[in-house]
């Protein structure tokens, strides 16, 4: 066990540019997360994966995000046509199907994203 | 539309004493409830659980509380050791989501 593992763990991009994460879960784990926090904010969830399946998107989700877990295994996050309000905190996470209450996430240490 | 709360930006507690985090929830909805801590630069840490069928459930020096009737929520660390300085985040469950409050930043001094 490893760890959730997230590169790069820091972004500084110019607005307008288009970037991409990746986040890898830890091996056994069939659900991956994909959360978003700024300073002084809880972690907001993004979206979630059940193996290859995009099971669930927030409204936070614009249609320039988009999230894909090709075999299940890792996962990428894309924003397009960054925007200076996209600079966050993106966290991975992942967890066994029994969901985060009865089987706890386990989260990377993110993706610091700066949009200048 | 805040669901979780955590009205105590900060808490600072002196070693060996009792720390309590607090944390408010208004969607009588939520079936579980999860306390993770953050320390600077690394993801969150999953601390401890309850159910919302139970009132308290307790993990070594961690204890939670749950009551249900008021809609709160406490976590309880005794005695306090200076490396559980860090962010406390109270989360709740509902359906695939984890609904996060704000955190709590607990400092214990020596």
């Known amino acids: 066990d490893t760890g959730v593992s997230q590169n790069p763990r820091h972004k500084i991009t110019k607005r307008g540019q288009n970037v991409t994460f990746r986040c890898d879960p830890i091996?056994?784990?069939?659900?991956l997360y994909w959360y978003r926090q700024t300073l002084g904010q809880g972690p907001e969830f993004l979206t979630y994966?059940?193996?290859?399946?995009?099971?669930?998107k927030s409204r936070l989700l614009s249609d320039r995000f988009s999230a894909e877990r090709p075999k299940g295994s890792f996962s990428t996050l894309e924003i397009q046509r960054t925007e200076q309000g996209d600079s966050a905190m993106y966290l991975c996470?992942?967890?066994?199907?029994?969901?985060?209450?009865?089987?706890?996430?386990?989260f990377g240490n993110g993706t610091r994203l700066t949009v200048t | 539309d805040q669901q979780v709360k955590q009205n105590s930006p900060s808490l600072s507690v002196q070693e060996g004493r009792i720390s309590i985090l607090n944390c408010d929830y208004t969607?009588?909805?939520?079936?579980?409830f999860l306390w993770y801590k953050k320390y600077p630069a690394e993801g969150p840490t999953f601390l401890i659980s309850?159910?919302?069928i139970k009132d308290k459930n307790e993990d070594g020096r961690f204890t939670v509380f749950l009551n249900k009737s008021a809609k709160h929520l406490s976590l309880h660390i005794v005695p306090s050791q200076p490396g559980d300085s860090a962010v406390y985040f109270c989360?709740?469950?509902?359906?695939?989501?984890?609904?996060w409050g704000a955190g709590t930043k607990l400092i214990i001094k020596p």
């Open positions: 996470a992942s967890s066994l199907a029994r969901g985060p209450g009865n089987s706890p996430l386990h």
């Open positions: 091996s056994e784990h069939n659900r």
């Open positions: 994966f059940q193996n290859e399946a995009q099971l669930e």
């Open positions: 969607n009588s909805m939520f079936d579980y």
């Open positions: 309850i159910s919302s």
């Open positions: 989360a709740a469950r509902n359906g695939y989501q984890l609904i």
